[in-house]
């Protein structure tokens, strides 16, 4: 009966241990997808942000297309008046 005791009382240590454990192991897969979330909310920032300086850059090429093609204009018709 002595031995039965030990070994329960051993089982029951080491369900506790096992208990804590798995709280502890919970505790920490928590902290875990927390800290995941917030640096998949930060990498949609970055990707946001890139998007958007793409889209500057893209107006801006635009712009400098237009300008180019007015300074293109502006030059044909200076060498016409300097032909006449």
């Known amino acids: 009966m002595a031995e039965e005791n030990i070994i329960l009382k051993q089982l ?7 208990k804590d454990m798995r709280n502890e192991l919970r505790e920490t897969l928590e902290d875990v997808k927390h800290r995941l979330t917030s640096l998949e909310r930060g990498q949609a920032r970055i990707m946001g942000d890139t998007a958007d300086i793409y889209g500057d850059q893209a107006r801006q090429q635009v712009t400098i297309d237009r300008l180019n093609a007015r300074m293109q204009r502006v030059e044909s018709r200076l060498e016409l ?4």
């Open 81 to 84: 008046n300097d032909d006449a």
């Open 12 to 18: 029951q240590i080491m369900r506790n241990e096992n």
